[in-house]
């Protein structure tokens, strides 16, 4: 059994700003992630609202965040949590490949893509309907792809893919678009971007090996080399499913990230809370590993 003072589980921004704050301030600081440090960050290719950064990419500023925690001492190991108990004032974690005693935890397990749901979709995953613009984007040079969604992720991914394919379709099931006025502004200048409002995309259709096609919920068929899915989240809670309370899978915590179990906390996509930003999560961590401190001591832990 390793024994550490605090265990975050979750390696993106609002896990290595936990961690970071709790190295710095004495605790022994482990932070599990089956895929290693940067989270949702690895998929973000220019990000420029993370203040004092300028514009930068996500992996640049992962790297820096994973650079500066392990200044502080923390350490951070490809391994996923799978089961988390407390007994007493102690948290027990069981890991894929350890078992684990903390004095507090803190969950920073964001949140996955969430799926549309169309036939097709699953059979030609990897094969033309991708999650992920930075990643997949580049085999689409110069083709035409389709955008489903209507948030900040679909018209930031629009913008980025815009810059690489001939034309892009943003397909969003209502009459108005979700993400901010900036970004919705911003499409109607890019000549390559089109949109069609009002309507869910029911099928993607393709020769077995690559998609060919869209199906909409008018029966109407837009021909496409790819489709973009980017509707949203689904929290990875599950690791806490019984344990705490959440809403629609999202962790319930208050302004200081303490979840409904004391010693638990939760930070960034996987909480519940109506704005997720890498820096609304990197303040989350720091608010959680604040909060840890002031429970073991408290405690005497
Ligand atoms: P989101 O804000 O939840 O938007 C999801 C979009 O997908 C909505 O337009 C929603 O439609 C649509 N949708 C949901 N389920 C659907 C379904 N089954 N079929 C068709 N459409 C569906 O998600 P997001 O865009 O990924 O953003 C997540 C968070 O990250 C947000 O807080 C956002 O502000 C933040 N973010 C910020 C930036 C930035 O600041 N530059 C960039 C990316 C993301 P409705 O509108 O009809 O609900």
Do not use: W
């Not at 004092?52 to 500023?61: A, C, D, E, Q």
């Not at 580049?138 to 209507?150: I, N």
Request: aromatic share 6%.
């Amino acid at each position: 059994m390793r024994e550490v003072d605090i265990l975050v589980i979750g390696a993106g921004p609002g896990g290595m700003s936990a961690a970071q704050y709790a190295a710095r301030a004495g605790y022994s600081t482990l932070v599990l992630d089956p895929m290693g440090p940067g989270g949702q960050l690895l998929y973000i290719d220019e990000i420029e609202n993370y203040p004092g950064l300028g514009k930068t990419s996500g992996y640049v500023l992962s790297e820096a965040m994973e650079n500066q925690c392990k200044e502080f001492g923390v350490e951070i190991e490809y391994d996923e949590a799978t089961k988390i108990e407390k007994k007493e004032n102690r948290f027990l974690v069981t890991s894929s490949y350890s078992e684990i005693e903390a004095k507090a935890v803190i969950l920073a397990t964001g949140a996955s893509h969430r799926h549309i749901g169309a036939k097709g979709e699953e059979e030609y995953s990897g094969k033309g309907v991708s999650y992920c613009a930075t990643c997949d984007g580049p085999f689409f040079r110069g083709q035409k792809v389709v955008v489903v969604g209507g948030g900040d992720t679909a018209l930031t991914d629009a913008i980025y893919l815009s810059k690489l394919c001939k034309d892009v379709v943003v397909i969003h099931r209502r009459e108005a678009f979700r993400a901010q006025k900036a970004l919705q502004e911003k499409i109607k200048d890019i000549p390559n971007i089109s949109t069609v409002m009002g309507r869910n995309v029911v099928e993607i259709k393709g020769n077995g090996t690559k998609v060919e096609s869209v199906i909409l919920d008018d029966g109407k068929e837009i021909e496409t080399n790819g489709v973009f899915v980017f509707v949203g989240t689904v929290p990875n809670s599950k690791i806490v499913e019984g344990l705490v309370e959440t809403d629609n899978g999202f962790v319930l915590t208050d302004e200081k990230m303490n979840t409904t179990l004391s010693g638990l906390y939760a930070v960034g996509d996987v909480r519940n809370t109506s704005f997720r930003q890498v820096v609304t999560a990197t303040g989350d961590g720091a608010k959680a590993a604040h909060s840890a401190d002031e429970y073991i001591q408290e405690n005497n832990l």
